[in-house]
T-cell receptor, first 109, second 113 residues
Framework: DAKTTQPNSMESNEEEPVHLPCNHS???????IHWYRQLPSQGPEYVIH???SNVNNRMASLAIAEDRKSSTLILHRATLRDAAVYYC??????????FGDGTTLTVKP | DTEVTQTPKHLVMGMTNKKSLKCEQH?????MYWYKQKAKKPPELMFV???????INESVPSRFSPECPNSSLLNLHLHALQPEDSALYLC????????????FGPGTRLTVT
């Protein structure tokens, strides 16, 4: 299964954009890129996913590199409620999702 | 309704007890999952059910026994657990067992004494 690499932690100021990177250099041509986040004391929450093109939804944007070896989750205006652990995952076609250690995002007021 | 519910929220059990965790979804999803999460660690996949059949077992010890009685329900039967099995047990569901996004419940916090 392809692996992902994320920074352990990042900080942001409230109301500023946040760019959370993920490296997945062994990604295969059919692997989707999924992002989840886990707020304190909650289960993980789906954020966004994509294959090749950049994607937007009400929560975030996903920018995928042309060679697909990396991607960036973009929160356009961070709020205190966005403080969470963010996971970048490449689920297999068999439905197996392996969570790495993720990035802990701290948002400062 | 995009909710996955899990009961109980908290469970304390002795090593000789038998207990069950319950998970329910009413989104019409056909894949359901059990994950285990230790403190400050990422979730680890335990089991995957697809169309009510066990599809993936990640070499989980037999003291954990999953059951999917229908498409909306997923149980995890626990017997003779060890203190190191104390963790947050998360249930999730998705439209199918492939690349679909998963919806997670809030988890059951299990403590084995």
């Amino acid at each position: 299964d392809a692996k992902t690499t994320q920074p352990n932690s990042m900080e942001s100021n409230e109301e500023e954009p946040v760019h959370l990177p993920c490296n997945h250099s062994t990604i295969s041509g059919t692997d989707y890129i999924h992002w989840y986040r886990q707020l304190p004391s909650q289960g993980p929450e789906y954020v966004i996913h994509g294959l090749t093109s950049n994607v937007n939804n009400r929560m975030a944007s996903l920018a995928i590199a042309e060679d697909r070896k990396s991607s960036t989750l973009i929160l356009h205006r961070a709020t205190l409620r966005d403080a969470a652990v963010y996971y970048c995952i490449l689920p297999t076609n068999a439905g197996k999702s392996t969570f790495g250690d993720g990035t802990t995002l701290t948002v400062k007021p | 309704d995009t909710e996955v519910t899990q009961t109980p929220k908290h469970l304390v059990m002795g090593m000789t007890n038998k207990k069950s965790l319950k998970c329910e979804q009413h989104m019409g999803h056909r894949a359901m999952y059990w994950y285990k999460q230790k403190a400050k660690k990422p979730p680890e996949l335990m089991f995957v059910y697809s169309y009510e059949k066990l599809s993936i077992n990640e070499s989980v010890p037999s003291r954990f026994s999953p059951e999917c009685p229908n498409s909306s329900l997923l149980n995890l039967h626990l017997h003779a657990l060890q203190p190191e099995d104390s963790a947050l047990y998360l249930c999730a569901s998705s439209r199918g067992q492939a690349i679909y996004e998963q919806y997670f419940g809030p988890g059951t916090r299990l403590t084995v004494t």
